[in-house]
Each structure stands twice: as structure tokens, then as C-alpha cells.
């Protein structure tokens, strides 16, 4: 059962460009969170996602960031216009459900480093 | 003030050593308390989770948590090597699932 699957792993972009990560949930999981890890800070959660609905953004930037988790295929989250403050390391958890307790909790990927030059 | 404060570190310990890893928290509201562990480069991975106050051991690893001192601990006996990571505990409130409030993490470098 492979797990929490993100890619890419480095993202390279230039300011003012789109970033696109994505993230497939492990086999069985219909919740997933993505959280933002900015150097020497710890994880800060964004967004809560179920199968094709967002549950929970509050903490998502009011701009330029989107997420998405459609019916079919991994989820997504959109950075549009990219500046060096973005640059951090995006993490995506995934739960069979909505609880932290055993059988429930939630795993994380391996984490897309994104550098914004 | 963070919601979660969490020394920093380093911390640097012999092989063999007990660990103590603390964090500090000023939301009331918070009912789930968990320690993850972090390699470099990598995500966390899920080591102890407790629910309100009290202990919970396993094996090497003993979480404590003090609800009225808003106070939760991570024991690690017999301290190897391998366990030389950065310590990152979490919370949530009741209702807030998987919505966790992380701390910055302790970097702990257990030496031969």
C-alpha cells in the first residue's frame, strides 16, 4: 500500500509563475490537509479537503492560492503568481476520516520543496 | 504569543540517554496531543497521540500530558542514534479532526 504520494518533490519557479502541487492521497483515504512548512517555523495548516468539496480553508492566503480534490485523480494546490514568500516546503496529509485517533490519523507525503527565484 | 511553544533545541544527548521533549500551549479548546517525528527531507510520521490529559507508553516512548498546566511531554528511554530527528508535537480541538496546531520543533541528535 503505497503511501501519501507528492510530487514533484523540488519545484523550481520564477516570480510572477503558477505552481502546481500535487498530492494523491493513500489507497482508501478520502480526507486530505495540506499544511505549509516555512524555514525554521513549524507546520502551519491551509486547507481541509474532501472529495470534491473544501471543508476548511481558514488557513489558506486570501490570494493567488487555491486548492481542489476532484472526483477523480490526486489533489491540488494552486499558487499563482508566485513570490519568494512562497518558497517553503508544502506537506499533504491524507485520513480515512476526520478524526486524529488511531485508524484515523492522518499521513503525510514526503513534502514538495518549492524555490521561488 | 504562539498557540504552541516548543524549545528549538538543539539537543544534543549520549546514546542510552533519557529525553525529555516538552511543549507548552495556551488553547484550552485543544483535546488531541500528538509527537511526531521528522527526518530531514522528509514528512512527519505519526510517533504518539493521547487524548485529554494523562500517560501513554509505547515501547521506548512515554507521552504525558497536563491539561491544567497546558503541559504535554515526550519521554524517549534508551535513546539511540536513529532516533536523532526533529520532534514536532500537534494538537487539535474536539470537532477539529486533523486540523492540527503544529510546534516549531525540537532538533535532537542523539551522539555515539
Known amino acids: 500500500n503505497a503511501g501519501v504520494m507528492q510530487n514533484p518533490r523540488h519545484l523550481v519557479r520564477r516570480r510572477g509563475q503558477e505552481a502546481r502541487l500535487r498530492c494523491s492521497p493513500m489507497k482508501g483515504h478520502s480526507h486530505v490537509y495540506w499544511y505549509r512548512q516555512l524555514p525554521e517555523e513549524g507546520l502551519k495548516f491551509m486547507v481541509y479537503?474532501?472529495?470534491?468539496?473544501?471543508?476548511?480553508e481558514s488557513g489558506m492566503p486570501k490570494e493567488r492560492f487555491s486548492a481542489e480534490f476532484p472526483k477523480e485523480g490526486p489533489s491540488i494546490l494552486r499558487i499563482q503568481q508566485v513570490v519568494r514568500g512562497d518558497s517553503a516546503a508544502y506537506f499533504c496529509?491524507?485520513?480515512?476520516?476526520?478524526?486524529?485517533?488511531?485508524?484515523?490519523?492522518?499521513?503525510f507525503g514526503q513534502g514538495t520543496r518549492l524555490t521561488v527565484v | 504569543q504562539k498557540e504552541v511553544e516548543q524549545d528549538p533545541g538543539p539537543l544534543s544527548v549520549p546514546e542510552g540517554a533519557i529525553v525529555s521533549l516538552n511543549c507548552t500551549y495556551s488553547n484550552s479548546a485543544f483535546q488531541y496531543f500528538m509527537w511526531y517525528r521528522q527526518y530531514s527531507r522528509k514528512g512527519p510520521e505519526l510517533l504518539m497521540y493521547t487524548y485529554s490529559s494523562g500517560n501513554k507508553e509505547d515501547g521506548r516512548f512515554t507521552a504525558q500530558v497536563d491539561k491544567s498546566s497546558k503541559y504535554i511531554s515526550l519521554f524517549i528511554r534508551d535513546s539511540q542514534p536513529s532516533d536523532s530527528a526533529t520532534y514536532l508535537c500537534a494538537m487539535s480541538e474536539a470537532g477539529g479532526g486533523n486540523k492540527l496546531t503544529f510546534g516549531t520543533g525540537t532538533q535532537l541528535k542523539v551522539e555515539l
Open positions: 479537503l474532501q472529495k470534491e468539496n473544501i471543508i476548511d
Open positions: 496529509a491524507s485520513s480515512p476520516g476526520n478524526s486524529p485517533l488511531r485508524n484515523t490519523e492522518a499521513f
